[in-house]
């Protein structure tokens, strides 16, 4: 007889043990899964909240400005930033990857309505656009969102300070890009009230067009942002972009991934890094009960063990034989385990987890839906691991059986 049928004949010796033993492995492998889907989907939902408000998946500006980044110098802006979007969305590897792509000026303003003065920070960009990206028209209070050119979206802090309403004239002032002073009157079209001071006392948004204007800086921005359909890609996307950008005579661009933009995605680089640790114990954890279940099996087979050996079984087969039914015990609970998530994560992915209730008191505009991701590739590494953890947890039993004396084996029983 085969070792491998040997192995299955065993393990159906105690079918309630082997069940029980194949079940806590399971369960591990199980939620090992789940957490990998729900982590992923609970990951790229910080990460695209992070990166749609500021920097992008992918983000494009020139090298003096990427130097200077924390004083947003509008006179280091991208003098032709709609080639620079032509240049990316010519790349062959991105194509169909890119989700969103936009062109977005950040400056620093001063706001004057009457005797009343207050400094701001302004992003401006495609009203459109920045509809799936700041997403403050879901936090509009009072009026509507940026609909035509003069428009001015402004916080609920601002309009309190300057003691405007909708419909009310703003003046703006501010440097140029060419040094000089820029001034220009809006008109305010609505107050958003994210209950976040930082936003609704500090931020005030305009259209693209009008920042250019009011800025001197005719088709340009200071940056180009880039959305893609998975944000782990962003790493092989950026020295991508940066070939391109050469390629089209674009020199002095710098194009990096949102990995590299702060200490809060290096934070988020690092939590990733944790969740495999965190991952391969849970996976151990589960896997340790068959360290047990051999070690009993070894014990109650001495006899059999014994005898094998006196019918001249060599050690290395006793050894294989124990290590086999150990890994089979392993591949049946991480299979059931693996899949069960993977349904599970199925589900989430479609119908997602609403998150609303837990941050009703925080209204900043961002996304509580969370969606679980699907991973087939970590499914079969987890099929492995579970494998591989149970083959390696089962080796000491198993090679306790391989020593033993066949005579006192016999013996002892």
């Not at 500021?54 to 494009?60: A, P, T």
């Not at 250019?212 to 942002?225: D, W």
Request: aromatic share 8%; hydrophobic share 50%; net charge positive.
């Amino acid at each position: 007889m085969k070792l491998h049928e040997m192995a299955l004949r065993n393990l159906g010796r105690n079918r309630r043990r082997t069940a029980l033993t194949a079940l806590s492995v399971g369960i591990a492998m199980l939620m090992v899964m789940f957490l990998d889907g729900f982590i992923g989907g609970f990951m790229t939902s910080i990460v695209s909240n992070y990166t749609k408000n500021d920097v992008g998946h992918l983000n494009v500006t020139t090298s003096e400005y990427r130097e200077r980044e924390r004083f947003m110098p509008v006179s280091a802006y991208i003098r032709d930033s709609k080639r620079v979007i032509k240049a990316i969305e010519s790349i062959p590897d991105l194509k169909g990857r890119i989700r969103i792509i936009e062109e977005r000026i950040r400056f620093g303003v001063i706001l004057n309505s009457g005797s009343s003065s207050k400094t701001s920070l302004c992003v401006a960009g495609d009203p459109v656009a920045e509809k799936g990206l700041l997403m403050l028209d879901r936090s509009v209070a009072q009026g509507s969102y940026l609909a035509k050119p003069g428009d001015a979206l402004i916080g609920a802090g601002i309009a309190k300070d300057l003691g405007l309403k909708v419909g009310d004239t703003l003046k703006v002032v501010t440097q140029k890009a060419d040094y000089g002073l820029g001034f220009k009157k809006f008109t305010v079209s609505g107050i958003f009230s994210t209950n976040v001071n930082s936003l609704d006392g500090n931020l005030f948004q305009i259209g693209l067009d009008d920042a250019r204007e009011l800025l001197g800086m005719a088709g340009g921005a200071t940056q180009v942002i880039v959305m893609l359909d998975d944000y782990n890609y962003s790493e092989k996307a950026a020295p991508l972009v940066a070939a391109a950008l050469g390629k089209a005579g674009l020199a002095g661009l710098s194009a990096i991934p949102w990995t590299r933009t702060g200490p809060f995605a290096s934070l988020m680089v690092m939590m990733s890094s944790m969740y495999t640790w965190i991952y391969l114990i849970i996976a151990f954890l589960g896997a340790f009960v068959i360290a047990n279940v051999m070690m009993m099996a070894v014990l109650e087979r001495r006899k059999e063990i014994g005898i094998l050996k006196a019918m001249g079984m060599p050690p290395r087969e006793i050894l294989w034989l124990f290590l086999l039914e150990g890994t089979m015990l392993g591949l049946l609970g991480s299979l059931a385990g693996v899949v069960l998530g993977m349904a599970l994560n199925l589900v989430f992915a479609r119908v997602g987890m609403d998150f609303s209730g837990a941050m009703a008191s925080f209204s900043w505009p961002i996304d509580n839906m969370i969606y679980t991701t699907v991973n087939w590739l970590d499914a079969l590494l987890l099929v492995l691991l579970g494998v591989g953890v149970a083959g390696a947890i089962a080796f000491l039993p198993s090679r306790k059986a391989a020593r033993m004396d066949p005579i006192e084996a016999i013996r002892s029983a």
